[in-house]
């Protein structure tokens, strides 16, 4: 049962071995250290990049512009922002040449908090990710979805942005959610892919023999069927959801959890007919609350299902401070925990019209 | 303008390769006076072009090994690059059509400025207004032919003086230098002295940015970018470098901005600068190689044919409102509800 940060390496592997990734590269990256979460250890075409993130970025676009397919990273998505006009040209280069040139790109970067990284490792991306066209943006929360989507991600022909939820890097598979080929043992795997501590100069993977899994990009996933309220998610907080409301059960109230995967395009399909179902919908993200891409969820729906509505759709999303701060009681006041996400299902479940 | 750290190669040009040049400068500069008649009469939002950087920009495009794929050099310009494109064999009446932002325009069907460039089948990557995010852009290209690749094209990114001031000048300087990694990068900086309103010296406190390469060890000239000669000897000594050693060499070429900044400074001509193409034409005189009466018919001769392509232009097509979908994605329109 890999972990989400095997699982990416293996994606990575599948995608330089058979899908024609020709550059993994960002900041410490390469050997000797694989990654700050070692997603990048062991692979062939890894290489590190000076600390300067519109580089990274700009060497992504001309790489794909050259006809190369680079998988890159920025260290935290915190680390991006200065990035951001270009990934607008990312974004815009196939619109604003009407076609004449397309940028096969991944970004990977790891986001959100849950592991008391303060002002500046606690970041989300997802609304700013949202705001810019041109680009999908997939967020998986368990370790065969990151295969999965990072996969398709490498498939596809437009910049495709892969936010790993960090809190959930080393959170190893529930059963039935095996990646094709690993090892069903989780010590073989490690031992077969996970680099020596000290000195691994000399160290080789022995990567298992994977198959090809291509999430599609635009589906999202019922991660817990339920019948009265629906709660709209992804990354790092669809697991606490469902803890949520596998709680809630108890109290004989029952939520679906839908895990969106893919934030654009995302899959309006998949809401409208659990909308439709529960009549109840609560949107949980962690980025701040204005602007969040819940309340574009939210507006839609409201447009769109207004008469399905049985209670006035509700967002749990990170306070709109400037940061999160480090110490266990300010991080857990700042975004979603789970007995705030049990509280407001179970408001929206009581909801009476 | 002369050149100030390093002498200019001689390198005599033969008469046909002067009169090519001239021919090419002249064209250009009818065309950027073609655009900037159809914007102050209404036949388009905005102007921003290269009046006053012919010599130079005639030059690079006439040198280019211009083809698709990492075995051709990739070009990253700015939004002053007509005389490369015209000299690369671009038609100026595509030109007239993204001026008038008709669907017919080949580089952005309708929707981005004159002078924002884009052909693939050449590597003209697309040019966009931010200033000098194609230095950080250009890095990439170049990796995809760097020494190893067995690629033979090489990298040629373009900006401002004023944009040197941006991060992503100092990003080539650092990806393209680093020992053993160095990449095939031809980085041009053309100085007008001006960013905008603002003059050199209220941005730079070095006299040349050339300097700025010595730090990394590249190659560096500063070259009079108004003399044709000067302009071709000095591209093509700069990219035999880059070609060969697969490593960087960061050229200053000194301009002048005839127009100003763009049609937001009102796009007159600027008197005090000087005109690289009226220096140019005296020489050819003086050389006999062709007369006043000549390049006079020459310009009118060219003149009438963009007027009457811009009368042709004006009756070409818009965009659809609906086309604002097609593009988002290159496979399928998903922002348009195809599924």
Redesign the interface.
């Known amino acids: 049962m890999a972990t989400m940060v095997q699982a990416i390496r293996m994606a990575l592997h599948v995608g330089e071995s058979k899908l024609g990734v020709t550059d993994i590269f960002g900041e410490d990256v390469g050997p000797p250290l694989g990654g700050v979460f070692t997603a990048t250890q062991g692979l062939r075409t890894t290489w590190n990049t000076p600390l300067d993130e519109r580089g990274v970025i700009g060497m992504a676009i001309g790489l794909a512009l050259a006809g190369r397919k680079p998988v890159a990273e920025i260290q935290f998505c915190d680390y991006a922002f200065n990035t951001i006009d270009l990934l607008k040209i990312a974004g815009n280069t196939c619109w604003s040449t009407a076609g004449d040139w397309n940028v096969p790109l991944v970004m990977m970067t790891p986001v959100g908090a849950g592991i008391r990284g303060s002002i500046y490792h606690s970041h989300s991306f997802d609304a700013q990710a949202t705001r810019i066209p041109g680009w999908k943006i997939v967020m998986p929360s368990t370790p065969r979805d990151a295969y999965g989507l990072l996969l398709s991600a490498i498939r596809d022909p437009n910049p495709v942005m892969f936010l790993k939820p960090k809190a959930l890097l080393r959170v190893k598979s529930r059963p039935g959610e095996e990646i094709p080929g690993e090892p069903a043992d989780e010590k073989t795997l490690s031992k077969m892919i996970d680099a020596p501590l000290g000195d691994r100069s000399a160290w080789k993977p022995e990567w298992p023999t994977l198959e090809e899994l291509f999430i599609p990009i635009g589906k999202a996933r019922v991660a817990r069927s339920g019948t009265q309220v629906t709660v709209l998610t992804y990354g790092r907080n669809v697991p606490m959801c469902v803890a949520a409301a596998d709680e809630l059960a108890a109290d004989n109230i029952d939520a679906e959890i839908v895990d969106l995967r893919s934030l654009h395009p995302y899959d309006w399909d998949a809401i409208k007919e659990s909308v439709r179902k529960t009549n109840r919908v609560l949107c949980v993200n962690e980025d701040t609350e204005i602007t969040n891409f819940g309340e574009h969820l939210i507006r839609r729906i409201t447009e769109e299902l207004f008469y399905e509505l049985h209670a006035p759709p509700k967002l749990l999303a990170g306070a709109h401070l400037p940061g999160i701060g480090l110490a266990d009681a300010l991080e857990m006041a700042s975004v979603p925990q789970k007995d705030g996400i049990k509280r407001a299902i179970a408001e929206l479940a009581r909801h009476q019209p | 303008m002369t050149a100030s750290s390093t002498p200019a190669p001689a390198s005599p040009l033969t008469t046909e390769l002067t009169l090519r040049l001239h021919d090419l400068m002249l064209r250009t500069r009818v065309l950027e006076e073609r655009l900037i008649t159809m914007y102050k009469q209404g036949d388009g939002y905005f102007w921003i072009g290269g009046p006053g950087e012919e010599a130079f920009n005639v030059s690079l495009g006439l040198l280019v090994d211009k083809g698709q794929?990492?075995d051709h050099d990739?070009l990253h310009l700015h939004y002053r690059s007509s005389g490369t494109l015209l000299a690369m064999g671009a038609d100026p009446v595509d030109s007239l059509r993204q001026m008038k932002n008709t669907v017919t325009d080949p580089?952005?069907?309708g929707?981005?400025f004159a002078g924002?460039y884009?052909?693939?089948k050449w590597n003209v990557?697309?040019v966009?207004s931010?200033i000098e995010?194609q230095?950080?852009?250009?890095?990439?290209?170049?990796?995809?032919?760097a020494k190893g690749t067995g690629a033979k094209g090489i990298?040629i990114v373009q900006g401002g003086d004023a944009g040197t001031a941006e991060?992503?000048f100092a990003?080539a300087l650092?990806?393209s230098s680093?020992k053993g990694q160095e990449l095939p990068l031809l980085m041009i900086v053309t100085n007008n002295r001006y960013g905008i309103s603002t003059p050199f010296a209220g941005q730079h406190g070095y006299d040349q940015v050339a300097e700025r390469g010595k730090a990394f060890g590249m190659p560096t000239a500063v070259i009079d970018g108004n003399d044709p000669a000067a302009s071709y000897a000095a591209i093509k000594k700069a990219m035999d470098y880059v070609r060969t050693e697969r490593k960087p060499y960061l050229l200053e070429a000194m301009v002048s901005r005839l127009h100003g900044h763009s049609s937001a400074s009102g796009a007159n001509f600027v008197k005090d600068e000087s005109d690289c193409l009226a220096l140019f034409e005296k020489k050819l005189e003086d050389k006999k190689l062709l007369t006043r009466a000549q390049m006079d018919e020459m310009r009118a001769k060219y003149t009438h044919v963009l007027l009457e392509a811009s009368k042709k232009v004006r009756e070409e097509p818009p965009p659809t409102p609906e086309s604002i979908w097609?593009?988002?994605?290159?496979?399928k329109n998903?922002?348009g509800g195809e599924k």
């Open positions: 794929g990492v990739y580089y952005s069907r929707r981005n924002h884009s052909v693939r990557a697309p966009s931010p995010v230095y950080s852009i250009a890095i990439g290209t170049a990796r995809a032919q990298s991060g992503d990003t650092v990806w680093r097609d593009h988002v994605f290159a496979d998903y922002v």
